[in-house]
């Protein structure tokens, strides 16, 4: 549910923070007072494009932000923040925030990590469902009907198999149709695959073999040069007249002779030793190391003959060694599903026929299924129709197979299977006749917005228990409707309002009445500026308001108003 909603700078609000309550919360207030503001406000924080001119006047900026207790949310709202880099939620609270200013500016964050307006938009869809007076297009798409019509059903999981059904399916046609090709493209492929596997597997590359090659071309390159260097410390260390090792001697005799006449230089012998026999310790490996420098040019054209190649390879087939080795593997099972074309052509044909008969099965099942459900949900929803004023209407749901015929897997065509996608064989269109003796027509087909906002109404009332999206809002859904339909409308936000929280703007006390919270908004004027308020109301002040909304404040409207909260 929506916990807190503040908005700061943002048409007539200045900075307004409104603590939301469970169940049903009503917003009524005054023609042109700012209740849209709040809608407007949600749809900000939702994902809704800005639209600057929306900040108040002499204002830089402008700011919505929306806390939410997920507790009961069943969409995989954890998942989608870890994989997208967002902060968790701490104590079952996601906080949305989004800002922007007049200089074009916009930004918006989840549990206070920066994000992307689809990302926002994305998890608006699993927690606001938005419905305003004109705003019913989702509920006129057939598509939409089927999903609500599952839904009512039950029948989410079958939907769910038979898609993964076509979906695979759909891997194995594009498996298949890599390998249908012209004999000349065929050959081509062949002689391409071919070349590319026994360049790579000829090479016999190690994963982590070019960092020693490099090292070792580099030695060899500038072996002349090392044994040159290695040769001229020796001679300085011990090979001519004037070597370390032979002053080193001089020293060591001079320090004897030192000792001899003062004991108490008998330290300075000790260090002369050591070093002596450093100096002779590095005689010896100056020596190795020198005995291992091969001036060899046999050896040095192979290595670069080796780099070459591996470098070569990279440029054609990957970035770094593994992924050449990589590629020449994908290149293997590729050339041997080709050179074997006609048994893996056979394979696949025999994977698409079973899987033709398992969705052809799968089809049927989820279309008798709902062929099952639909009478049941039309007589649900012209149940609520009934009590929301269609007393002789009549509400149906026509069920169709999909138009066109499905290309099998071997190639034929199947007269008796329509097209399927990830939904199934059906299309369904739901249809409405308001007043008898008159067709039923497809929803889309009806003028009369107050008559959609009753629909919708309807199968929401019906939906309840099955829709998963935790935050209803009704702008205004109850225009042109009055008198007991007004009354029906109010039951039925209440009725919703028992498994979901629930915002509903109205101008009707019928609706206003019922609901466990009455938020009133009012304009005010402080500092010279208009400002939009919203409070919310007890007992003594729902009166009030409700008796506003009847027409005054005479002692009949309030006792109306008293009557209707009664």
Known sequence: ?????????????????????????????????????????????????????LIRSGEESCSVEAVFD????????????????????????????????????NRQFVNGSATTLATLAGIGEWLVDMHGPHDHQSLLHPAKQLVILDAFGGLEKEREAFG???????????????????????????????????????????????????????????????????????????????SLL???????????????????????????????????????????????????????????????????????????????????EE??????????????????????????????????KLSAARKIVIPLLAKAVSKQLEELGFKQSKFGIQQEMADGRWQMGNGHSNSHLPTPNSSGFDTVEF??????????????????????ARVMLALKTVLAAQDEIPVLVFDEVDANVGGETANAVGEKMKQIAAKRQVFCITHLPQVAAPADAHYVVTKQVKNGRTISEITLLDKKSRVTELARMLGGQSEAARKHAEALLE
């Open 431 to 452: 249809q409405f006749a308001p007043n008898p003796g008159e067709p039923a027509k497809p929803l889309r087909a009806i003028a009369s917005s107050g008559e959609m």
């Open 246 to 328: 032979t002053q080193s001697g001089v020293i060591g005799r001079v320090l004897a002779e030192l000792q001899r006449v003062d004991a108490g230089a008998e330290n300075l012998v000790g260090l002369h030793a050591q070093a002596g026999g450093a100096l002779r310790e590095l005689q010896t490996e100056l020596s190795r190391y020198a005995d291992k420098v091969d001036v060899d040019p046999a050896r040095l054209a192979e290595l670069e003959e080796r780099l070459n190649l591996i470098h070569a390879l990279k440029r054609k087939y990957g970035a770094t060694l593994a992924e050449v080795i990589a590629f020449g």
């Open 70 to 105: 997920i507790r009961k949310l069943r969409a995989p709202l954890k998942g989608f923040l870890e994989e997208n880099g967002l902060e968790p939620c701490e104590e079952h609270q996601l906080v949305l925030k989004r800002t922007f200013t007049s200089a074009g500016a």
């Open 164 to 242: 993964e059904l076509v979906g695979r399916h759909a891997v194995l046609e594009q498996e298949k149709s890599a390998l249908i090709v012209d004999e000349k493209t065929y050959a081509q492929q062949l002689d391409l695959l071919r070349f590319q596997v026994q360049e790579i597997s000829g090479a016999r590359l190690q994963p982590d073999e070019e960092k020693s090659v490099e090292a070792e071309f580099n030695r060899a390159s500038n072996a002349a040069k090392l044994l040159q260097l290695s040769q001229a410390a020796l001679d300085a260390l011990s090979e001519n007249e004037n």
């Open 1 to 53: 549910m929506l916990t807190t909603l503040r908005i700061k700078n943002l048409a007539l609000v200045s900075d307004l923070t409104l603590e939301l309550q469970p169940g049903c919360n009503v917003i009524t207030g005054e023609t042109g007072a700012g209740k849209s503001i709040i809608i407007g406000a949600l749809n900000l924080v939702l994902g809704e494009r800005a639209d600057r001119t």
């Open 331 to 364: 290149a293997k099972q590729k050339l041997a599903a080709l050179e074997s074309r006609d048994a893996e052509l056979a394979r696949l044909n025999a994977a698409l026929d079973k899987l033709d008969a398992e969705i052809l099965s799968a089809g049927k």
